[in-house]
Each structure stands twice: as structure tokens, then as C-alpha cells.
């Protein structure tokens, strides 16, 4: 049997070149330190990293306002230029984890106030303050800020339910968002006649069969717009779904039962002189006069005007896509558990589908 020669550690430091070694590992630990971002980015899908930089920008522009009120430069009429300066910022906090090194818990708890007084919706604060915290989450791992200042802005808490609520109510400034802060809560009976109103022009049919869609399949409109005759399997009477912001999960596709109505819509369309061929979308921009224009492909912009024009229609004032999967979801939370409700609307955790049970079950209380 061969001999084992155990080297002691002292043994072990006098045959190495311990400050080499040193060198080395701070050479590494600083490259490390630089790759942070680089590696962190490169896992973000590119819509997720487009609006982290939209919200570091408004984050770019409130340090450039703070910089100009402390040299007393600050001149209103100049924000044009403020919010150019701010992008640089921006690029800046998204490329370098050494630019960090100025943000304190101060500053972030004082930019979700300015946020505030601004008239910016609380859902878009929360974002906001979302992404410096995950941004502050890397750079604190690169050491460019410390446990000082980031583990409370980790604690630093958003505005939800009664805080968002009281948050909203008691300030001055009116929210600039065009998004609606409260959805529009739409009858069954409204719902079905803007379905069996499949009327004669090829526009008709399209709205009908895109209202169906929605507010009985739940999908949403960048769901919507991409869906083509292919997705449909009339044998088997279902329509498989690609969901672009669940991209990379495994709820990126899905596959829907045709409920009895998108079924009918479906088979009228195709069937008309102007709806949808093989291999192409369902869903065309049209003219004023309700015809098939260029068939060109249905925007989600196009959408959400052909909504609210449907909903004008039928006396529902601004109505949105997103609406109609909010019935939807009403709808189904009344008989389907959470597994169901989650493979259905495409969510990845539970937290909307048991949201929608307990809305169900207090509109179900109510209505006794």
C-alpha cells in the first residue's frame, strides 16, 4: 500500500506564493464586482429591462431636481432638460453597480413621497421602487452600498391596500396615470348582448368574436392580437395561447377549451368572404365603414379602441380590454379552484386567483 503524505497548512503556505494568490483574488473579486449588472441584465427578458430603465429615468430626473434646488438652479421651465439629464443618470444606475455608491435610504424614501406629490399612481410608485430596490439588491452584493443604507430600502415599504387607499385620498395632486385607477365592473347581460351582436359587416363579427375571447377566455390583449387561425384546433375544439409577458415560465403557453360562443364566432369568421384564412391572424384592423382594410394585423392599440367603442355602444363608459378578463376572472372564480384559475389565466402564483375567490365569495354574500 502506497503512503499518504499529508501537507500541513503551514507546510502548504511556504510552497505557495501567498501574495500572488491575494493578487489574484482581488483582481477576480473586483471583476466580479463589475460583472454584477452585466450578469444580472442578461438574465431580464427585454421588456423587463426596457421599463427598468423607463422607471431609473423619472429616478435620473428627481437626483438632477434635488441637485438644482441644492445649488439653487432649480427653474421649473427647464424640465425638458432636467429629464435629458436624467437619462443619462439612468444609463448610468442600469451599467454601473459603482454608481450606486450615492443612493441612500433617504433619497428612496423621499423620491416615493416626491412620487406621490408628483400625481404618479400608486401602482406606478410601487414599480418604481420595486426596481431600485432590486437594482440596490445587486449592488449591495457588489459591495458599492452598504448594509446601512440597503437593508432599509429592502424594508422600505410600497403602498398597498388601506395605505394606498389613505395614500391616494389625502393627497392634493390629482394621479397623472392614463391607466383607470379602479376597473369598470361590466353585467353578464351587457357582456352577452355585445357577443350575440354579430350583425352583418365583417367589423361586427370581429368585435363580437373579440369580445367572447376576452371576457369568456380571459386572455389579454397582447394575448389577443397574436392569436391566428393556427392556434385554433377545430377537430379538437380548443385554441392554444402564446402569452409574451409570461415568456420564459411554464405558463408561457396554455391551451383553452373553445367555450360554446368563441366557438360559433369563430366558425362565422372563417367562413366569411373577409374573415380569417388559413395560417392567418383573426384579428384585422378595419375601416370606418366596417370592412377588412389591407388585412393587416389588429394592434393592441386597435384593441383597446374597438373595446371602448364597443363599450360606448352598449352605455359602458371606457371600457378597456383588461376589463373584459377581469369579468372573466369574476366569472370563473365563482366554480374553479386555484390550480385551475391559475393554468387558465396564465398566472404564476396564487395570489390573483385567491384574490378573485374572495371577490366572488363577498359578491356572493352580498347578493343573498
Known amino acids: 500500500m502506497n503512503s499518504v503524505t499529508v501537507t500541513s497548512p503551514t507546510e502548504l503556505a511556504a510552497a505557495l506564493d501567498i501574495d500572488a494568490i491575494r493578487s489574484f483574488a482581488t483582481i477576480v473579486d473586483e471583476r466580479t464586482r463589475l460583472e454584477c449588472f452585466e450578469n444580472y441584465q442578461n438574465r431580464l427578458k427585454p421588456n423587463t429591462l426596457k421599463n427598468y430603465l423607463a422607471d431609473l429615468r423619472d429616478f435620473g430626473t428627481y437626483l438632477v431636481i434635488g441637485e438644482n434646488i441644492i445649488n439653487e438652479t432649480f427653474n421649473s421651465a427647464d424640465m425638458t432638460s432636467y429629464k435629458s439629464q436624467g437619462s443619462k443618470v439612468a444609463e448610468s444606475l442600469l451599467s454601473s453597480p459603482s454608481a450606486w455608491d450615492i443612493v441612500t435610504f433617504g433619497l428612496v424614501a423621499q ?11 400608486i401602482a406606478t410608485i410601487n414599480r418604481r421602487i420595486s426596481t431600485i430596490k432590486a437594482y440596490a439588491k445587486v449592488a449591495h452584493q457588489a459591495s458599492y452600498i452598504d448594509d446601512s443604507q440597503y437593508l432599509p430600502i429592502k424594508a422600505l415599504p410600497g403602498l398597498h391596500g388601506n395605505a394606498a387607499r389613505n ?19 361590466i353585467s353578464e347581460d351587457t357582456v352577452n348582448a355585445m357577443i350575440n351582436n354579430d350583425g352583418l359587416t365583417p367589423r361586427d363579427i370581429q368585435d363580437a368574436l373579440m369580445v367572447a375571447i376576452l371576457a369568456e377566455h380571459g386572455l389579454r390583449e397582447s394575448e389577443l392580437v397574436i392569436l391566428t387561425t393556427d392556434n385554433i ?6 385554441m392554444r395561447i402564446k402569452r409574451p409577458k409570461n415568456e420564459g415560465t411554464a405558463t408561457e403557453n396554455g391551451t383553452h377549451t373553445l367555450t360554446r360562443n368563441v366557438k360559433r364566432l369563430i366558425n362565422l369568421w372563417v367562413s366569411h368572404p373577409q374573415g380569417a384564412r388559413e395560417g392567418e391572424p383573426l384579428f384585422f384592423q378595419m375601416s370606418k365603414s366596417g370592412f377588412v382594410q389591407n388585412r393587416q394585423t389588429l394592434s393592441t392599440r386597435g384593441v383597446q379602441r374597438a373595446i371602448k367603442r364597443i363599450g360606448l355602444a352598449h352605455n359602458v363608459d371606457n371600457l378597456s380590454p383588461h376589463d373584459l378578463r377581469h369579468h372573466a376572472a369574476c366569472v370563473m372564480a365563482k366554480h374553479h379552484d386555484v390550480a385551475d384559475l391559475c393554468a387558465w389565466f396564465g398566472w404564476n402564483t396564487e395570489r390573483m386567483a385567491l384574490y378573485y375567490i374572495d371577490l366572488a365569495a363577498k359578491r356572493t ?3 343573498k
Open 111 to 121: 423620491y416615493q413621497k416626491y412620487m406621490l406629490s408628483d400625481g404618479q399612481s
Open 167 to 185: 395614500a391616494d385620498s389625502e393627497r392634493d395632486v390629482t394621479r397623472k396615470s392614463t391607466k383607470k385607477s379602479e376597473w369598470t365592473r
Open 233 to 238: 384546433d377545430f377537430d379538437e375544439s380548443v
Open 365 to 367: 354574500r352580498k347578493d
